[in-house]
């Protein structure tokens, strides 16, 4: 998680030399650059992943490339990512969340933090029939049940 100042100009030019992409500064939006991708949390917040082993290399290019008043924070202990894919996935997660999730209000890249299966849920569109999960690891377990019991009639396929 990285908060800072959006209308710090050299700070949002040091984001993205450290990411490779510039940090969406548009509510409820994503960006992604490879298997970086970042997103709009608040006006001055966003969640940054990246692939488990880089993550050190990230915090160190942050404390090296940033200046002034920031914070930044690993939080991938507390966090599990779920990849949501298929035909039906959208009638899926209607038996799951409250938010509108047709196209034409939630497009690819938008992105949400919301109520999901009696818990919460940061949720992502990364294509038509595909959403991105970021859920509190504690609740993994209850979320992934609740999946398995929603998506029966789906036909569920598990894919590591």
Not at 40 to 65: C, H, N, Q, T, Y
Not at 132 to 154: M, N, T
């Amino acid at each position: 998680t990285l908060r800072l100042n959006p209308e710090n100009t050299d700070q949002l030019a040091a984001a993205e030399r450290v990411l490779g992409v510039a940090l969406p500064l548009q509510p409820l939006t994503s960006v992604e650059k490879g298997s970086y991708s970042v997103r709009w949390m608040s006006p001055d917040e966003w969640l940054i992943l990246v692939p488990g082993l880089e993550a050190f290399d990230v915090e160190s290019k942050f404390r090296d490339e940033m200046g002034g008043h920031y914070s930044l924070v690993n939080s991938s202990g507390g966090s599990t990512v779920l990849e949501l894919s298929g035909a039906d996935v959208v009638e899926l997660l209607k038996r799951c969340t409250p938010i509108d999730l047709h196209p034409t209000v939630f497009p690819v890249g938008k992105v949400v933090s919301t109520v999901f299966a009696k818990s919460s849920a940061i949720i992502r569109r990364t294509g038509e029939q595909r959403f991105e999960l970021v859920i509190r690891r504690s609740f993994s377990d209850y979320i992934w049940l609740w999946l398995q019991e929603v998506s029966r009639e789906f036909g569920l396929v598990v894919k590591a």
